[in-house]
T-cell receptor, first 112, second 114 residues
Framework: SQQGEEDPQALSIQEGENATMNCSYKTSINNLQWYRQNSGRGLVHLILIRSNEREKHSGRLRVTLDTSKKSSSLLITASRAADTASYFCATARDTGRRALTFGSGTRLQVQP | DSGVTQTPKHLITATGQRVTLRCSPRSGDLSVYWYQQSLDQGLQFLIQYYNGEERAKGNILERFSAQQFPDLHSELNLSSLELGDSALYFC?????????????FGEGSRLTVL
């Protein structure tokens, strides 16, 4: 079963605009990660935020985490056509288990 | 390139058949994970191996089995295949120590069951 649910399921924006994707999860976590998947390809790790962190930045990416609401958001600023992909949040539980549980993903389309 | 190699990239077979998917983790990584990605179920964790031993089990069917060999490569065996087993099967790996939390994914094996 899915641990997280992404919202929206699909998002279409113009180049240069910001894209925001949200993720909700159900159980307590050790960390939350965001991955990107180009169509039919493998997943690529983007950013990890630990349960004791509230915000993290990496280049054009900004991730927030609210453990009280069991939710996270991924913001991509100044989007580019090359950002077109599916984005997944993934959680690692605080039991130390390394296997990640993935959300359902957001399909982002950036129009040039 | 993540350094994780999966073969074959594509596989077409018939219902009732058996297939084996192979994964070579990144050099030095001891953990291997198998995931199934289908349109209706999303990304599902199947099983994890660490240095040859099963470490965690997810939503893996009894018709499926896996193992990790002494050279750390892993194989996922799918038997008595059904139409619903058509999916992308991903292998991922992670290092033993100093783990930052991320998994490194291969490009996947696309299985089509006809």
């Amino acid at each position: 079963s899915q641990q997280g649910e992404e919202d929206p399921q699909a998002l279409s924006i113009q180049e240069g605009e910001n894209a925001t994707m949200n993720c909700s999860y159900k159980t307590s976590i050790n960390n939350l990660q965001w991955y990107r998947q180009n169509s039919g390809r493998g997943l690529v790790h983007l950013i990890l935020i630990r349960s004791n962190e509230r915000e993290k930045h990496s280049g054009r990416l900004r991730v927030t985490l609210d453990t009280s609401k069991k939710s996270s958001s991924l913001l991509i600023t100044a989007s580019r056509a090359a950002d077109t992909a599916s984005y997944f949040c993934a959680t690692a539980r605080d039991t130390g288990r390394r296997a990640l549980t993935f959300g359902s993903g957001t399909r982002l389309q950036v129009q040039p | 390139d993540s350094g994780v190699t999966q073969t074959p990239k594509h596989l077409i077979t018939a219902t009732g058949q058996r297939v084996t998917l192979r994964c070579s983790p990144r050099s030095g990584d001891l953990s291997v994970y198998w995931y199934q990605q289908s349109l209706d179920q999303g990304l599902q964790f199947l099983i994890q191996y660490y240095n040859g031993e099963e470490r965690a089990k997810g939503n893996i069917l009894e018709r499926f089995s896996a193992q990790q060999f002494p050279d750390l490569h892993s194989e996922l065996n799918l038997s008595s295949l059904e139409l619903g087993d058509s999916a992308l099967y991903f292998c991922a790996s992670s290092p033993a120590g100093g783990w930052t939390g991320e998994l490194f994914f291969g490009e996947g094996s696309r299985l089509t069951v006809l």
